[in-house]
Structures are given as structure tokens and as C-alpha cells.
């Protein structure tokens, strides 16, 4: 059933892909940067630096999509049972239901009567998308695809992923840390201004918070990784 509400469902539903998949593209650089930096930190060797990256690009993108999925089907699964019910009581309870609808409306503002009037009207219209649109907020025709979320998902962060993998092998082998950390520097205050805006943030705030956090999780394992390289681990 088309309603007064679906622009706005729609806007919100593509706002949420676009901060998922910048999401998903940040936990791409950041992961990738942290573990290529901390291998660079232990070894001068860009195959074992590029062997590492891949194997990490890999295992993310897997480990991404894997969560995104269970994570949407969960949801959906959810949703599924909350239609299911309400399907139920409307075929069982329709009174019970149509004082629900009612008292729904009355507590969005409108009058007793005019409540009961607009209730009434949308009950001999479809009563079944009149009632999970008021109630649950749920589109039964626009569930979430968990399949759809899981690409979305291991895409954006084999995307970030490509960025510290091309700054940390490329450049030669004592330009690679401090390129590579002005890079992803770079890129991590972009996906954090872009998630900022997504969802209405402050940018300057958000963009220091993923800015900070990457440069102390770059920073930790390049330390531990040189460490293990003195000690020839």
C-alpha cells in the first residue's frame, strides 16, 4: 500500500546502505593499514607484506559479509514473525485491533472521532498494511535482503582495503610507513566526514574520532610488529 510515508522510508532506507557501506569501507582501511603497517614493522619484504595484506583482505571481506548476513537475517526473521502475528490478530481480534489503530492515531494528535473515522477508512482499505505501517513500521514488501547486505558489505571493505594495501607496497621500502600513514590519514578523514554527514553527526568530531583511532591502531602494531622483528620472532 503506497503511503504518505514512503519517501521518507526510502530516503532513510538508501541513508543507512550509504553509512554501511562507508562504514564497511573505514573498518577496510583501518584493519588492512593496522595489519600491513605491523608486518612492514617486522619486515623489509613486500611479498611477505603483500601475502599478509591479501590473506587479511580475504579474511575480512569473509568475516564482513558473514556478520552482515546472520546480523539482516536475524532482522528479517524478526519482522517476519511481528507480520505474522499482526496477520493473526487481525483475523482473530479485528476489534481489538481496530481500537489499536485507533488509539495509535489519538496519541499522533488527532481527535477521538476523527481518529476512529481515519481508522475505520484505512481498515476497509487494507487493513493488514494499515496496521503494520502504524504498529511495526515495517514494508512487508521491502524487507531487508540479507544476501544484498552481505555484498554490500564485504565490497566496501575490499574497497578501503585497496588503499593501505597500494600505499604500504608500491613506494619503496623507506617511504612506506610514513606514506602509507599520511594516506590513510587522508582517506580516514574522508569516510569519516562522508559517515558524519550520513547521519547527521558533526563531521569535525566524527572525522577526529576515526582519524585518532586508526593512527592508534597503525601506531600499536607497527611497535609490536617492530618489536617482533628485532627480537627475530
Known sequence: MATHNEPHTDTSSKLNWLRASVLGANDGIV??????????????????????????????AISMAA????????????????????????????????????????????????????????????????????ELHIDPEKLANPWNAALASGASFTVGSVL??????????????????VAVVIALAITGSLSAQAGGASKSRATMRVVVGGMLAMIVTFFVGKLFGVAGI
Do not use: N
Open 164 to 181: 593501505p594495501m597500494l600505499a604500504i607496497t608500491l613506494p619503496p621500502a623507506s617511504l612506506r610507513i610514513p606514506i602509507c600513514f
Open 67 to 134: 556478520g552482515e548476513y546472520v546480523s539482516v537475517s536475524s532482522q528479517r526473521d524478526s519482522e517476519r514473525a511481528l507480520l505474522a502475528k499482526e496477520k493473526w490478530e487481525l483475523e482473530t481480534v479485528p476489534e481489538k485491533e481496530l481500537e489499536e489503530l485507533t488509539t495509535l492515531y489519538e496519541a499522533k494528535g488527532l481527535t477521538r472521532a476523527t481518529a476512529e473515522t481515519v481508522a475505520k477508512e484505512l481498515t476497509v482499505h487494507g487493513p493488514y498494511g494499515a496496521h503494520v505501517e502504524a
Open 31 to 60: 584493519s588492512i593499514a593496522a595489519l600491513v603497517v605491523g608486518v612492514a614493522g617486522a619486515s623489509d619484504s613486500a611479498s611477505i607484506i603483500l601475502m599478509a595484506g591479501i590473506a587479511g583482505v580475504l579474511a575480512g
